[in-house]
């Protein structure tokens, strides 16, 4: 039990220690702070004595929402970066922005901008939605806006390990796309590759996040909030009987990958709520397995926020911008499949064997069966897209 409270900066027994000399994030003041008795006004208490780690946890949630966004932003400032330096830098007589490789990085970050850029506004539409139903007037206003931001810890560390580690991903190709250049403290490279690493550390480290996101999953379903069991149960019912194949809708561009967002559900559902019955309480000792089944409520919430978002716009809206979002859903969308077989293969390898491994994993690569696109050409379109536009255009 601890308490959250504020105090002055000059309150008695609180010393501030040295600026810490640190990789990245300089621009930041970064101090120790050490608190030796220091005499605490009741009216300094945040929230009820005892009770601090609500309000740390709800600090947390937003904190970890906002993280997300920040590395949102700090991608698509690195695009900006890398693009004109690509379209400028000439090797083998060619911009290195016309080689495939080049195409292929650049897409690569715009498809992860995109796809974060989904995620984040959907997990902050939900908040807010959630948050307008309650009464302002009320007199435990604040506690219910503690209750339904607490409602999204889930979004919010999903925000916070994807977006944390999509910008390393992009930090890492513009060093890479800037060649040796990049590799020099005068090109921005550095100072972006720096500044993003502290992102998948403060907030709970993306192992915290990671571990948070099934335990919190399965603490709902164990107060019946949330039919998690219901769900793999029923999955599990349907195991032998026949898949239709994916089907094409006219009104709906993007109804193949729909599909496969739902069957990927039911491959995570079935390998998370087998290795649940299989360890019961003893899963929170397999931290790898809980690593697999968060990297797949990730991957999962991840592509349908893209493809959700990008069926919203494809209603109105400009044609290029629409066909873009269509081209990053599907690219996307398309490498789901895969992600959920490995990911539940080893989810399933780690809590059953022989028999009781065969049925599940053949079930598991049905679902995850895709007849495989032409991903070349729909990153290609992406780069040409950026390149065209010099930023991330959306
Ligand atoms: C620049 C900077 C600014 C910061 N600002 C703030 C701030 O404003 N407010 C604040 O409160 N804190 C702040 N912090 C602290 C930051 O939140 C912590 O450093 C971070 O939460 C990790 O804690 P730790 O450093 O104690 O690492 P440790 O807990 O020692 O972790 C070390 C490693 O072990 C892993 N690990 C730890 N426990 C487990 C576990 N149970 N299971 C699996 N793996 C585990 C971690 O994921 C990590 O990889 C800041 C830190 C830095 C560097």
Redesign the pocket.
């Known amino acids: 039990m601890f308490t959250a409270f504020v105090v002055e900066r000059d309150a008695p027994g609180l010393s501030i220690g040295k600026e810490?000399h640190?990789m990245?994030?300089i621009g930041?003041s970064?101090c120790p702070v050490t608190l030796d008795k220091v005499p605490v006004p009741v009216e300094n208490v945040l929230g009820e004595i005892g009770a601090g780690h609500r309000v740390?946890f709800n600090i947390l949630n937003v904190g970890r929402l906002k993280l997300g966004a920040g590395c949102l932003g700090a991608m698509k400032s690195v695009i900006a970066q890398t693009i004109p330096y690509a379209k400028q830098r000439q090797q083998f007589g060619r911009a290195i922005a016309s080689f495939g490789l080049i195409q292929q990085k650049i897409a690569d970050m715009a498809i992860a901008t995109y796809v974060l850029d989904s995620l984040i506004y959907r997990s902050a539409g939900l908040i807010a939605a959630q948050l307008a139903t309650l009464s302002p007037e009320a007199e435990d206003y604040d506690q219910q806006v503690i209750k339904g931001i607490e409602e999204f810890a889930v979004e919010c560390s999903i925000a916070k390990v994807f977006g944390s580690e999509k910008l390393d991903l992009a930090v890492d190709e513009m060093v890479q796309i800037y060649g040796g250049y990049g590799f020099i403290e005068e090109s921005p490279a550095p100072r972006a590759y720096r500044d993003a690493r502290?992102n998948r550390?403060?907030?709970?480290?993306?192992?915290?996040n990671r571990?948070l996101i099934p335990d919190t999953l399965m603490r709902r379903a164990n107060r019946g909030q949330l039919p998690l069991m219901q769900a793999v149960e029923q999955v599990v019912g349907n195991l032998l009987a026949p898949l239709s194949p994916l089907m094409e809708h006219d009104d709906n561009p993007l109804h193949l990958e729909q599909q496969m967002i739902e069957r990927c559900k039911q491959a995570a559902l079935l390998c998370a709520g087998i290795s649940v019955q299989t360890h019961q309480q003893a899963l929170a000792e397999q931290?790898e397995i809980l690593g697999f089944i968060a990297d797949m409520t990730i991957e999962l919430y991840a592509a349908e926020s893209a493809l959700l978002r990008a069926l919203k716009h494809h209603a109105g809206g400009d044609e290029h911008a629409n066909a873009l979002r269509l081209d990053m859903t599907r690219s996307w969308c398309r490498e789901l499949p895969e992600k959920i077989e490995r990911l539940g293969t080893q989810t399933l390898a780690a809590s059953v064997e022989g028999d009781a491994l065969s049925m599940p994993l053949a079930a598991l690569k049905k679902l995850t069966r895709v007849t495989p696109v032409n991903g070349v050409t729909l990153k290609r379109n992406v780069a040409e897209a950026l390149i065209g536009a010099e930023r991330y255009p959306l």
């Open positions: 810490e640190k990245g994030i930041s970064t740390a502290i550390i403060f907030e709970g480290t993306n192992e915290i571990l931290q």
